[in-house]
């Protein structure tokens, strides 16, 4: 964003040259445009580097996330067997004590 911002600030600049001179001449319009050139760069250069390590990051958040379900489809799987195989007591044993 701060690319961006010094992007317009650069021609707003342009433009309130070109407005106070009253002409279109290259000395006008040039260090606005060459503000906004440099802001737009250094933009990038901060931008693309961060992209790269985001996309980064993010696989390698998404491969943990599949083997934490995985993990935890494997402990699913065992808790619901334990719970398959214990017995319920007859509803007779139950009044009887």
């Known amino acids: 964003f701060v690319g ?3 992007t317009v600030w650069g021609i707003m600049n342009a ?5 106070q001179a009253q002409t279109t001449n290259l000395a006008v ?16 250069v901060a931008a693309i580097p961060a ?11 998404a ?9 935890a ?5 065992l808790v619901s067997r334990d719970l398959d195989f214990r017995t319920v ?3 007779g044993a139950i009044a009887a004590e």
Do not use: K
């Open 63 to 71: 491969g943990y996330r599949q083997i934490l379900a995985d993990a």
């Open 89 to 91: 007591p007859p509803a």
């Open 29 to 44: 319009v040039a260090p606005g445009i060459a503000e906004a050139l440099l802001a737009t760069a250094m933009g990038l």
């Open 51 to 61: 992209v790269v390590i985001y996309n980064g990051f993010a696989r390698s958040i």
């Open 73 to 77: 489809a494997g402990v699913e799987r």
């Open 15 to 19: 433009f309130i040259g070109i407005s």
């Open 4 to 6: 961006l911002f010094g």
